[in-house]
């Protein structure tokens, strides 16, 4: 793959990625200094859980 194409697709996944409950569950956690928990289950894809923050957070 070519190196532009690679660092396109690279900025997908990251993206897409970024936008899963565990994410921003991690995210969270790190801030809060506490310990992860994940919502989503091992070997199920990231695309499959997109998460929106409610209104007000």
Do not use: C, P
């Not at 506490?34 to 695309?47: C, D, I, N, P, T």
């Amino acid at each position: 793959m070519e190196q532009h194409k690679a660092y396109r697709y690279a900025t997908e996944v990251i993206t897409t990625n970024s936008l899963t409950a565990d994410d921003y569950e991690g995210q969270v956690a790190f801030l809060e200094k506490r310990k992860l928990v994940w919502r989503e289950h091992w070997g199920k894809g990231a695309r499959g859980d997109i998460f929106v923050l409610e209104e007000g957070h």
